[in-house]
């Protein structure tokens, strides 16, 4: 079973964790590219019963490829990325996983949206790879 916490860049935004993730995958979409500033993240995604949020924050939501809109949720004042969700997923919570002090129990499972990522971000473990997100989860 998982448990880990973990703040923000400034310390306000708090997440706690604790039981076991849905999915765990590395997202290489070009909106997580812009999102991020970098080539892709790395989330897990929990039921929301499992993850504690407290302090400020800010979300953006944007439509993505599967037409659900999908709101990334960020520190206001610092701008650290914390979680996301998702309207076609209600009741889960897809944890930045670096944001997490303790994330050695991470493995992940797949990567996603691969047909956008870029060459010169790759990953050394010989992963599942899917040009979308697997309907299955
Ligand atoms: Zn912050
Ligand atoms: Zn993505």
Known sequence: MVKAKGACLCGQLKIEVEGEPIVMVHCCCTDCQK????????????HEKNVRITGEYTRY???AKSGNINYRHF??????????????RPGQINVNVGILDDSSWFRPQMVIF?????????FPEPLPRYDEYPPEN
Not at 35 to 46: D, L, P, V
Not at 75 to 88: A, E, Y
Request: charged residues 25%.
């Open 61 to 63: 939501g944007l439509k």
């Open 75 to 88: 520190c206001p004042i610092c701008g650290s990325r914390g979680f996301g969700t998702n309207s076609g």
């Open 114 to 122: 691969d047909c956008d990522r870029r060459d010169w971000d790759e």
């Open 35 to 46: 999102a991020s500033g970098t080539g892709h993240m790395t989330n897990a995604r929990f």
